[in-house]
Nanobody, 130 residues
């Protein structure tokens, strides 16, 4: 059974930092991509940052470019999202998701933007407020 455990959310002031972790189990880690998504109240879910563990390719949404960094520790089967210079508009529930990525047609940018991921974890709340 594939399980994804997200953690690291909390309350932070504007300009502050948080690091989210997504620990995966029940899958062959380097055959999957892991993505971070978020959903704010009244808004649709959006892809934030995603990484293909097969080859290390990453994608981040324009709204977080230069502020958020996604990374992966294959030994720990954990993907991290380092979030710096947080803004109030980053407030949302953040989810991590996994999908099989060892396909010739696989595009991390397309998957992160358009969705269709196979497995989802519970969310972790991130609140940016003074």
């Amino acid at each position: 059974e594939v399980q994804l455990q997200a953690s690291g959310g909390g309350l932070v002031q504007p300009g502050g930092s948080l690091r989210l972790s997504c620990e995966a189990s029940g899958l062959i880690f380097d055959e999957f991509a892991i993505g971070w998504f978020r959903q704010a109240p009244g808004k649709e879910r959006e892809g934030v940052s995603c990484i293909t563990n097969t080859n290390g390719n990453t994608y981040s949404a324009d709204s977080v470019q230069g502020r958020f960094t996604i990374s992966s520790d294959n030994a720990k089967k954990t993907v991290y999202l380092q979030m710096n210079n947080l803004k109030p508009e980053d407030t949302a529930v953040y989810y991590c998701a996994a999908t099989y990525s060892r396909l010739l047609s696989f595009s991390i940018a397309t998957m992160c933007s358009e969705g269709g991921w196979d497995y989802w974890g519970e969310g972790t709340q991130v609140t940016v407020s003074s």
